[in-house]
């Protein structure tokens, strides 16, 4: 690929914090956008605050970086209200105007972060191939439908689509209030660590495995959805005390001590045969190694800064 200007939105979310320097170092002219002012790490001239909700933005921020390669990040992720907000309805508008503007000035490569909520939970074990597509969230219903038409509109202007579908992503700069990082800052502080009773079986990744998915994507010729995800289940129970272990006060660790939500999956994990066999990538990091990661940052870092 001649040109290698890559276009980041939602450059200062979780996965946008990891995946902008690693373009970077795979020699990419990487430009970030976001609301955010700045970013540590990006030159200013490579970073754009921009708000994709507002009408014609899409177009001022592609006329100003013509980028070959967009990928978007951007979502809307408030905790606690990202899952039936009609704020997603939005976010599908603005994605489509960034894509039609992405076209319009000559970019060719689109890999967008799709969502695990896609898919039917009731189904378990998610495949690309198998396992319909019927959200339980309108969250997971608007990434679906973007998806639907995206594809042929890419298609159809010559380009091509990726959507990459990360499964539960944990790491430095995940919202404090997640699993992960609320029981590291509970035995921090030397506190409980209310869970609940931890039966849940789900498939979680480290976020550095997760930007490195994203980049290898963008550098690939794959289309079509793609699952971004470990293939191996782990309880809530086991992650939490595998937290406290490393922690050195497994005692903290209280399953069962708040209700499971009535609507909790019993069990969904991902299956990473396509990405694998595809592109040959599997994470780098296991669980062990990657709770060690996130404990050492969130042990450093104030949780007002990042919200």
Same mark, same amino acid.
């Given at each position: 690929?001649?040109?290698?200007?890559?276009?980041?939105?939602? *450059?200062?979310?979780?996965?946008?914090?990891?995946?902008?320097?690693?373009?970077?170092?795979?020699?990419?002219?990487?430009?970030?956008?976001?609301?955010?002012?700045?970013?540590?790490?990006?030159?200013?001239?490579?970073?754009?605050?921009?708000?994709?909700?507002?009408?014609?933005?899409?177009?001022?921020?592609?006329?100003?970086?013509?980028?070959?390669?967009?990928?978007?990040? *951007?979502?809307?992720?408030?905790?606690?209200?990202?899952?039936?907000?009609?704020?997603?309805?939005?976010?599908?508008?603005?994605?489509?105007?960034?894509?039609?503007?992405?076209?319009?000035?000559?970019?060719?490569?689109?890999?967008?972060?799709?969502?695990?909520?896609? +898919?039917?939970?009731? +189904?378990?074990?998610?495949?690309?191939?198998?396992?319909?597509?019927?959200?339980?969230?309108? +969250?997971?219903?608007?990434?679906?439908?973007?998806?639907?038409?995206?594809?042929?509109?890419?298609?159809?202007?010559?380009?091509?689509?990726?959507?990459?579908?990360?499964?539960?992503?944990?790491?430095?700069?995940?919202?404090?209030?997640?699993?992960?990082?609320?029981?590291?800052?509970?035995?921090?502080?030397?506190?409980?660590?209310?869970?609940?009773?931890?039966?849940?079986?789900?498939?979680?990744?480290?976020?550095?495995?997760?930007?490195?998915?994203?980049?290898?994507?963008?550098?690939?010729?794959?289309?079509?959805?793609?699952?971004?995800?470990?293939?191996?289940?782990?309880?809530?129970?086991?992650?939490?005390?595998?937290?406290?272990?490393?922690?050195?006060?497994?005692?903290?660790?209280?399953?069962?001590?708040?209700?499971?939500? *009535?609507?909790?999956?019993?069990?969904?994990?991902?299956?990473?045969?396509?990405?694998?066999?595809?592109?040959?990538?599997?994470?780098?990091?296991?669980?062990?190694?990657?709770?060690?990661?996130?404990?050492?940052?969130?042990?450093?870092?104030?949780?007002?800064?990042?919200?």
């Amino acid at each position: 690929m001649k040109n290698k200007t890559v276009l980041v939105t939602g *450059a200062s979310g979780l996965i946008g914090r990891h995946l902008c320097p690693l373009l970077m170092s795979r020699g990419w002219d990487v430009h970030g956008a976001s609301l955010d002012p700045e970013m540590e790490g990006m030159p200013e001239n490579r970073w754009h605050q921009s708000n994709l909700l507002l009408p014609g933005e899409p177009r001022r921020l592609l006329t100003n970086v013509l980028p070959s390669v967009l990928i978007h990040l *951007a979502w809307f992720v408030a905790p606690g209200r990202w899952a039936d907000e009609p704020e997603n309805m939005d976010w599908t508008r603005a994605s489509l105007e960034l894509a039609r503007e992405f076209v319009r000035s000559g970019g060719m490569r689109m890999v967008v972060a799709g969502s695990c909520l896609e +898919y039917d939970w009731n +189904y378990g074990y998610c495949s690309e191939v198998r396992t319909p597509c019927n959200s339980h969230t309108l +969250y997971g219903a608007a990434k679906n439908s973007l998806r639907t038409v995206l594809e042929p509109f890419m298609s159809r202007a010559g380009g091509s689509l990726a959507w990459g579908r990360p499964f539960l992503i944990y790491g430095p700069y995940e919202h404090p209030d997640r699993l992960m990082p609320s029981v590291i800052r509970s035995l921090l502080k030397g506190k409980p660590a209310l869970c609940s009773h931890g039966r849940q079986i789900r498939d979680y990744l480290y976020v550095k495995d997760v930007a490195e998915a994203f980049a290898q994507i963008a550098e690939s010729n794959l289309q079509g959805g793609v699952n971004i995800c470990s293939g191996t289940p782990v309880t809530v129970a086991e992650a939490a005390m595998r937290i406290g272990e490393l922690m050195g006060r497994p005692d903290l660790i209280r399953l069962g001590a708040i209700p499971a939500a *009535a609507t909790d999956t019993p069990f969904v994990v991902g299956d990473p045969s396509r990405i694998t066999n595809e592109l040959g990538w599997k994470p780098g990091y296991s669980l062990e190694q990657g709770l060690r990661e996130s404990i050492d940052w969130w042990s450093l870092n104030d949780t007002s800064t990042y919200l």
